[in-house]
Structures are given as structure tokens and as C-alpha cells.
């Protein structure tokens, strides 16, 4: 039997058809046509969403004639689909867990780049978990006026690949991506995530005596700076790129009202980790959460293990303070 290996071309290839469908979309069709609701899946999915998930679903088929998949993926009915057509589930050897567009609010206002992500799992059907990948891609959807695209994907154990293409030379080049060796916030970007209206004031709340308590401060002057970036994959890449030190999405933990984080958004995960970012739960254990588009997940980045060890007891003691953690 052959490995992830096999199926890393394959995938490459399909988050580049992906790329370039979307980027075409958004070359045809103005904001307010990519922005049109096309369904609610538990997330609300917009007319780009289907763009990058006809591709997909386009892609993987091809691949599936010679290896059955289980797809797991936001717009997808029912959130599972078994390619080829006329398989079982019990024929996959891989399961895989796509976000065909994540950051979708921001691309289809050409304000930020969106990606395609990717997680390969042995198939052990229900019980898989995120902890199980074992082959991550991520691929960047870029801005129309933007001509660089970043690529990233590692197999398990074996470090992190990285290249960059140009979308008006076609040239590709090597990329390097190195985590940032800061050891405090200090004039760095830190992110307590609040994306979306109705956990906002509880999340300010945590971020702020986070900030209070790390960062020297100065009268009018900005020492610790924070980056919502609408994307999960955006934010673990600006992590693994060295722009961000710490990022906490703590949104479960402060009540249902707002929009969450879940498995799909965080099935490249494993890329970040290879690359040497520190990823925990808000608790500073293992994360890991169900193969599934449904499950909210918290999670908290650290650039190095130095900055971990001085921001996390913080962290805890806030958290611990508030009653969000035991």
C-alpha cells in the first residue's frame, strides 16, 4: 500500500484549480454577485463558497478512480461524500477534511487573501480524529491587484514545503517560512480572535488584561498590535510567517452567540506545528477535535515555546479568573 506520499501532487494540484477558479470568479463577477447567499450550512455559504466547491468536488474525482476518498467539507450535502461515485466508505484508506474557501468574507471584498485547506487522515470513520492527519496543504487564494500566491504543506514528521507562484510570470520559486524568535508582545502582533458581533465585549475584556499584564506600556504609544484576520488558515500561516506572535481563539469558551472556529478551519494545523509554532488547546493541553465541519474548537498559537512560557500563565490566569476554564 502506498502512503500520503501519493496523494500529495494530486492535492497540490486540485487546491490549484481551486485558486484559479476563484481568482477568475473574481475577476468576472462584482462584490456583490460573490457575495450573494447561496445556502446555510451551519456557516453561511456565499456564491464564491461554490466556486471553490465545484472545483473541489471536480478535482477529486478524478483522483478518486484510483483512490477511493471520504470527503469531509463545508457545502458539501449532508457534509460527507464518498468519491467515486458507486464507493462505500468502508473502500476509503484516506479521509480528508477540506475548507475549500476559508476567509471567504474577506476575499469576495477584495480586502485579504482566502485559502484552500486540506487534511489527509487514515479513514477509521466516525472515531477519526484531527489529531490523526498525517498529509496538510494549504494554498492562497489571492487579492485580484495581488500577483504572489503561498503554497505550504508538510507530510507528518518530515518538516514544511513551502514555494510561492507567480500569477502574471507563472514562475515558481522556494519559500522559506520561520516563526518569530520574540520572546515577549512587545511591539509584535498579538490576537485575542473576535471576528464576529455578539462575543466581542467578553473577548476586548480577556485581550486586554492579557496586554495589561505582558506588555511594558507608554503613555500614547502602541506597544502590542492585533490582526483579525477572518481566516483560521490566514492566521496560522501569519504565525508560521513570523508577522504574528500569539494568536488565541477563544470564542467557545465565552458562549454560543458568535460564529466559531471548527475542525475543518484547523485541518492544516499540522503544518504550523512542523514549522515549530506552538499550537494547544486554551487549557495549554494537546489539541484535537472530531473529523467534522460541525464541532466548535478553541485554540491558542505561540510562535516559539520561550513566548509560550510567557504569555500562557497569563492566559490561564485570566481565563481561570473569568470561570471559562477550571
Given at each position: 500500500?502506498?502512503?500520503?506520499?501519493?496523494?500529495?501532487?494530486?492535492?497540490?494540484?486540485?487546491?490549484e484549480?481551486?485558486r484559479d477558479?476563484?481568482?477568475?470568479a473574481?475577476?468576472?463577477q462584482t462584490?456583490?454577485?460573490?457575495?450573494?447567499?447561496a445556502?446555510d450550512?451551519g456557516?453561511?455559504?456565499y456564491?464564491?463558497?461554490?466556486?471553490?466547491?465545484?472545483?473541489?468536488?471536480?478535482?477529486?474525482?478524478?483522483?478518486?478512480?484510483?483512490?477511493?476518498?471520504?470527503?469531509?467539507?463545508?457545502?458539501?450535502?449532508?457534509?460527507?461524500?464518498?468519491?467515486?461515485?458507486?464507493?462505500?466508505?468502508?473502500?476509503?484508506?484516506?479521509r480528508?477534511?477540506?475548507d475549500?474557501l476559508?476567509?471567504?468574507?474577506?476575499?469576495?471584498?477584495?480586502?485579504?487573501?482566502?485559502?484552500?485547506?486540506?487534511g489527509?487522515?487514515?479513514?477509521?470513520?466516525?472515531?477519526?480524529r484531527?489529531?490523526?492527519?498525517v498529509?496538510?496543504?494549504?494554498?492562497?487564494?489571492?487579492l485580484?491587484?495581488?500577483?504572489?500566491?503561498d503554497?505550504?504543506?508538510t507530510?507528518?514528521?518530515?518538516?514544511?514545503?513551502?514555494r510561492?507562484?507567480?500569477?502574471?510570470?507563472?514562475?515558481?520559486?522556494?519559500?522559506?517560512?520561520?516563526p518569530?524568535?520574540?520572546?515577549?508582545?512587545d511591539?509584535?502582533?498579538?490576537?485575542?480572535?473576535?471576528?464576529?458581533?455578539?462575543?466581542?465585549?467578553?473577548l476586548?475584556?480577556?485581550?486586554?488584561?492579557?496586554?495589561?499584564?505582558l506588555?511594558?506600556?507608554?503613555p500614547?504609544?502602541?506597544?502590542s498590535?492585533?490582526?483579525?484576520?477572518?481566516?483560521?488558515?490566514?492566521e496560522?500561516?501569519?504565525?508560521?510567517?513570523g508577522?504574528?506572535?500569539?494568536?488565541?481563539?477563544?470564542?467557545?469558551?465565552?458562549?454560543?452567540?458568535?460564529?466559531c472556529?471548527?475542525?475543518?478551519?484547523?485541518?492544516?494545523e499540522?503544518?504550523?506545528?512542523?514549522?515549530?509554532?506552538?499550537i494547544?488547546?486554551?487549557?495549554?493541553?494537546?489539541?484535537?477535535?472530531?473529523?467534522?465541519?460541525?464541532?466548535?474548537?478553541?485554540?491558542?498559537?505561540?510562535?516559539?515555546?520561550?513566548l509560550?512560557?510567557?504569555?500562557e500563565?497569563?492566559l490561564?490566569?485570566?481565563?481561570?479568573?473569568?470561570?471559562?476554564?477550571?
Amino acid at each position: 500500500m502506498t502512503g500520503p506520499e501519493s496523494l500529495l501532487a494530486p492535492i497540490l494540484s486540485v487546491h490549484e484549480s481551486i485558486r484559479d477558479d476563484v481568482v477568475e470568479a473574481c475577476a468576472r463577477q462584482t462584490a456583490e454577485q460573490l457575495a450573494a447567499v447561496a445556502g446555510d450550512e451551519g456557516d453561511t455559504i456565499y456564491a464564491v463558497d461554490r466556486v471553490g466547491e465545484d472545483a473541489l468536488v471536480r478535482g477529486l474525482a478524478q483522483l478518486a478512480h484510483r483512490e477511493p476518498l471520504c470527503l469531509i467539507a463545508e457545502g458539501i450535502p449532508g457534509g460527507s461524500l464518498v468519491l467515486p461515485q458507486g464507493a462505500t466508505e468502508g473502500d476509503c484508506r484516506w479521509r480528508l477534511l477540506v475548507d475549500p474557501l476559508d476567509g471567504t468574507r474577506g476575499l469576495m471584498y477584495q480586502k485579504r487573501s482566502a485559502w484552500v485547506l486540506t487534511g489527509v487522515a487514515p479513514n477509521r470513520g466516525a472515531e477519526t480524529r484531527l489529531s490523526d492527519i498525517v498529509l496538510a496543504v494549504q494554498t492562497e487564494i489571492p487579492l485580484l491587484k495581488q500577483h504572489l500566491s503561498d503554497q505550504l504543506w508538510t507530510i507528518r514528521g518530515k518538516g514544511v514545503q513551502a514555494r510561492r507562484y507567480n500569477r502574471l510570470s507563472g514562475a515558481v520559486e522556494p519559500l522559506t517560512v520561520r516563526p518569530s524568535r520574540a520572546t515577549t508582545l512587545d511591539h509584535g502582533f498579538a490576537t485575542v480572535v473576535r471576528f464576529f458581533p455578539g462575543t466581542r465585549e467578553p473577548l476586548a475584556a480577556i485581550d486586554d488584561e492579557i496586554v495589561r499584564k505582558l506588555v511594558e506600556a507608554a503613555p500614547k504609544r502602541a506597544v502590542s498590535f492585533e490582526d483579525q484576520y477572518a481566516s483560521t488558515g490566514g492566521e496560522l500561516y501569519e504565525l508560521m510567517a513570523g508577522h504574528d506572535r500569539f494568536v488565541a481563539d477563544l470564542r467557545p469558551l465565552v458562549g454560543p452567540a458568535g460564529l466559531c472556529c471548527h475542525p475543518y478551519d484547523l485541518c492544516t494545523e499540522l503544518i504550523a506545528r512542523e514549522a515549530g509554532v506552538v499550537i494547544t488547546n486554551p487549557a495549554g493541553g494537546t489539541l484535537d477535535a472530531p473529523f467534522d465541519i460541525t464541532s466548535d474548537v478553541a485554540w491558542v498559537g505561540y510562535a516559539n515555546e520561550r513566548l509560550r512560557e510567557f504569555v500562557e500563565p497569563v492566559l490561564l490566569t485570566t481565563l481561570r479568573r473569568r470561570g471559562l476554564l477550571k
